[in-house]
């Protein structure tokens, strides 16, 4: 399966700041995906990114405060704009790694950022 | 009522023991169904896909009750080692087949 790096793994961040995650996938994907995981819940999709297509966001979640970045079938990023200590959570890309929804590959994942707003 | 829920336990077993995890979906169009597992502070692996056939991993059985909306993950001879967070995962439709976690089922295995 497709094997994603995510950087930075973690960060501190002063509130009104913004910080960029980039994933890089060591094989093509058709779509990412870009999740939150605040601390003891699961996972809260953010949005769907494909290549050469805005981003899908999902509800409670808008481009202004969360722009992604799909150049390439390789690579996204996500960033988290005018951070509060609210944005403080952990996120993880993921990529699917199987051709349709039956693959049985599933979804692989980077390693999350680990952000804090101070 | 939400898309995927599962019992966020903690499942507190001795070592030795089985356990079963149930999870249930609510839209019945839904396609593909996993279990992933997740360690503390880690991000979350694929553990085994679920057939509608069910299917089997070793001391890890899946299955899928498409009737009555559930997916099961059933360990046998627990171990330390399988103390973990485990995540169903249902692939929804919506344009595009969606993904969507429930909140994890703990598990703690002691000796």
């Known amino acids: 399966s497709a094997v994603i790096s995510q950087k930075p793994s973690r960060d501190i961040c002063q509130r009104g700041t913004s910080l960029t995650i980039q994933c890089q996938v060591d094989s093509q994907v058709t779509m990412m995906f870009w999740y939150r995981q605040q601390p003891g819940q699961s996972l809260t999709l953010i949005a769907t990114?494909?290549?050469?297509?805005?981003?899908?966001?999902e509800s409670g979640f808008v481009i202004d405060k969360f722009p992604i970045s799909r150049p390439n079938l390789t690579f996204s990023t996500l960033t988290v704009s005018n951070m509060s200590p609210e944005d403080s959570s952990i996120y993880l890309c993921?990529?699917?790694?199987?051709?349709?929804?039956?693959?049985?590959?599933?979804?692989?994942f980077g390693s999350g950022t680990r952000l804090t707003v101070v | 009522r939400k898309e995927v829920e599962q019992d966020p336990g903690p499942f507190n077993v001795p070592e030795g023991a089985t356990v079963a995890f149930n999870c249930t979906y609510s839209?019945?169009?839904?396609?593909?169904f996993f279990w992933y597992r997740q360690d503390c502070r880690k991000e979350p692996k694929l553990l085994m896909s679920?057939?509608?056939s069910g299917n089997e991993d070793g001391r890890f059985t899946a299955q899928l009750n498409r009737a009555s909306q559930y997916i099961s993950l059933l360990i046998r001879d627990s171990k330390l080692s399988d103390s973990a967070t485990y995540l169903c995962?249902?692939?929804?439709?919506?344009?595009?087949?969606?993904?969507?976690f429930g909140r994890g089922t703990s598990l703690i295995v002691h000796p």
């Open positions: 990114a494909n290549q050469g297509s805005e981003a899908t966001y």
């Open positions: 839209n019945s169009a839904s396609q593909s």
């Open positions: 993921s990529a699917r790694t199987g051709a349709n929804p039956e693959d049985n590959y599933g979804y692989t």
């Open positions: 679920v057939y509608s």
């Open positions: 995962v249902v692939n929804i439709p919506g344009g595009s087949y969606i993904p969507t």
